[in-house]
């Protein structure tokens, strides 16, 4: 029996919404084996970040190698990275281990406006690993930092989405939920072709962590073999379904609920 397995490069959130604890319990539910690599542990709650704490070079060094020399991912996603010298590692032994199906959520920002990755660190982000990327995942203000340009239309979504490609990642998904109106629409481009997922914007506070689950289905999808198309399209429908039945924790931006998908899934409520 093969078993999938993706591995999540990423930050740690004590409250359970976001960073590696998110990704483990979005690859739990996808059916699919998850290990981590912690690059900082972060102080929050629903409320906001009261700290940030980077795990040192060696420990990070350490754990991806000890993950390298033991285990096969399937996919891997990178989700706070948060210096130029974790995303020089991380590329580093990217490229020492063969990996495959990379996927990068480039956070930046914490919802409350605490900043998550350096700002000099950017510019390594683009020429360091992104080219490696089989797809890069921003919301709209990621995007922008990462494309040098105003989002304000889909027309423009589309042309940051054709810049990341240009950068090097095989797709492009510019995540439309910073957008107003409606409905949400998340652009995917694959260096031809656009393609468009819509759903109706649900109107709640508790959004935290939907960038790390969302980025992390689709790894959990791309690690059992789904195509990047078929696999946003999960993504799309696990997120839409952590929005929507809402747990309803925390006196701020709460986390979304991680069991709703497969609970849909069995048709239970």
């Not at 020089?88 to 490229?95: D, I, N, P, Y």
């Not at 914007?201 to 990047?228: D, F, M, N, Q, W």
Request: charged letters at 15%; proline letters at 3%; aromatic letters at 6%.
């Amino acid at each position: 029996m093969r078993i999938a397995q993706a591995l999540t490069i990423a930050g740690s959130d004590n409250g359970g919404g976001a960073g590696i604890q998110a990704d483990l319990k979005t690859f739990q539910e996808l059916d699919v084996y998850g290990m981590t690599v912690i690059t900082a542990i972060a102080a929050q709650n629903t409320t906001g970040v009261q700290g940030v704490f980077p795990i040192s070079y060696e420990g990070i060094a350490q754990q991806l190698d000890s993950t390298g020399d033991d285990f096969k991912p399937n996919a891997v996603k990178t989700g706070m990275l948060y210096s130029t010298e974790i995303i020089q590692l991380v590329a580093e032994k990217w490229r020492h281990y063969e990996w495959s199906n990379l996927v990068i959520d480039p956070v930046m920002v914490a919802k409350g406006g605490a900043p998550l990755l350096q700002q000099q660190a950017i510019q390594t982000l683009i020429t360091e690993l992104i080219p490696h990327a089989q797809i890069t995942t921003p919301n709209i203000p990621e995007a922008e930092l990462l494309t040098g340009m105003s989002i304000r239309s889909l027309s423009e979504r589309e042309e940051a989405a054709r810049r990341l490609v240009q950068m090097g990642s095989t797709y492009a998904l510019i995540k439309g939920g910073h957008d107003t109106g409606g409905m949400i629409v998340d652009v995917l481009y694959d260096g031809q072709s656009f393609h468009y997922l819509e759903n109706i914007r649900i109107v709640t506070p508790h959004t935290h962590g939907t960038g790390c689950t969302y980025s992390a289905a689709i790894t959990a999808e791309l690690a059992k073999g789904s195509s990047v198309l078929a696999a946003v399209t999960t993504a799309r429908a696990f997120i839409q379904a952590a929005i929507e039945d809402e747990l309803g924790i925390g006196a701020g931006h709460g986390p979304t609920n991680h069991f709703a998908y497969q609970r849909r899934q069995r048709g239970e409520k």
